[in-house]
């Protein structure tokens, strides 16, 4: 019975926000989110305060060659992994991993850049283990060619 009620209640916290097409504010209360994102022009999504236990997931609906950007608040950091691969013929793939002792303001998308992604169907989520830090683990491709040193996870 425990089990079902928890099924219900972790049902309930998800919430979909459909089509984030331009600059976006996200707030606490959507934690548990997937944001179906939808690149067009150059825009940012704005993380809330990373309070622990907080979750986001992100999946591109459409890359885009324009910069766009997850940003975190000015106290916050984001750490953790993001693997890059090509959806070009050479099949190549690279992988940035950042510890919390090097953790950065921003995840940087821009689905044509070597070391950078952002494809249809890339995945992100993001989990706040602890206040004041976002852990990063991002699946991503890009169609400019082979990924070089990748540098997703940026200032």
């Not at 683990?137 to 200032?155: E, F, W």
């Amino acid at each position: 019975e425990n089990l079902n009620q928890l099924k219900i209640f972790k049902q309930q916290q998800i919430s979909l926000v459909h089509s984030v097409t331009t600059n976006h504010t996200l707030t606490e209360a959507q934690s548990g989110a997937v944001l179906f994102w939808e690149h067009g022009g150059a825009h940012e999504i704005t993380l809330p305060s990373a309070t622990a236990g907080m979750y986001f997931k992100f999946i591109l609906k459409v890359g885009s060659a324009h910069a766009q950007n997850l940003v975190s608040q000015s106290s916050d950091k984001i750490y953790g992994k993001v693997f890059v691969s090509t959806n070009n013929a050479s099949d190549k793939c690279s992988v940035q991993q950042l510890g919390k002792g090097s953790a950065v303001d921003k995840v940087k998308l821009h689905s044509t850049t070597l070391t950078l992604g952002g494809n249809i169907g890339d995945v992100i989520e993001l989990y706040c283990y602890e206040d004041g830090y976002w852990n990063c683990d991002a699946r991503l491709t890009t169609s400019g060619g082979n990924p070089g040193t990748i540098v997703v996870l940026a200032n």
